[in-house]
């Protein structure tokens, strides 16, 4: 069983809030719009990171972090990517691949809104968790933790922040 913290658009922020349930989980997943190395060496110092960059990410970020992540946790496949839009309305550049193979759990940040939708015509979960950091025009910070447990993702938690 693994335990995961999701979160997305830090923008170069990262607190002792965030830090605290860094601590508590297994894998730390970012879906883009990291902002900072900051941001990922506080993270990397407590736990293992998986990330993606972001439409804001510099070109440091961009060398570390692919634009998609795909890997299998357990036994569930995964696919993070920062713009990949909703059930009904994926962003066109995922949207044949997605379709021809798609994973169990569909993971993008980007709009600063936290969702959790299942697709049912292609039987995946989807995930946004909003974002974590202080940029941008959402009112309370949000992450996500989860465990995943053979093919089980499970314990679905939403963790709101102090208002940005």
């Given amino acids: 069983m693994k335990k995961i ?19 508590q989980a297994d894998e730390v997943w970012h879906a ?3 902002g900072s190395l900051e941001v ?4 990397k110092k407590l736990k293992p990171l998986r ?11 961009r060398t570390e972090y692919p634009l998609d992540a795909i890997f299998t946790v357990e036994k569930v496949t995964v696919w993070i990517t ?4 909703y059930p009904n309305r994926y962003n066109l550049r995922i949207k044949e691949e ?3 193979n798609p994973p169990q759990l569909f993971i993008s940040g980007h709009s600063h809104i936290l969702k959790v939708i299942f697709d049912k015509k292609l039987n995946l979960l989807h995930i946004n968790p909003g974002a974590a950091g202080k940029h ?6 949000t992450m996500v ?13 939403i963790i709101e922040l102090n208002k940005r």
């Fill in 5 to 23: 913290l999701l979160l997305s658009d830090t923008h170069g922020f990262i607190d002792n809030q965030i830090l605290k349930f860094v601590k």
């Fill in 32 to 34: 883009g719009d990291i």
């Fill in 40 to 43: 990922i060496d506080a993270i």
């Fill in 51 to 61: 990330a993606v960059y972001g439409n804001i990410d510099n070109a440091l970020i």
């Fill in 82 to 85: 920062h713009i990949g839009g």
């Fill in 98 to 100: 997605i379709f021809k």
């Fill in 136 to 141: 941008g025009f959402h009112n309370i910070r």
């Fill in 145 to 157: 933790r989860f465990e995943i447990n053979e093919e089980n993702i499970s314990n679905l938690e």
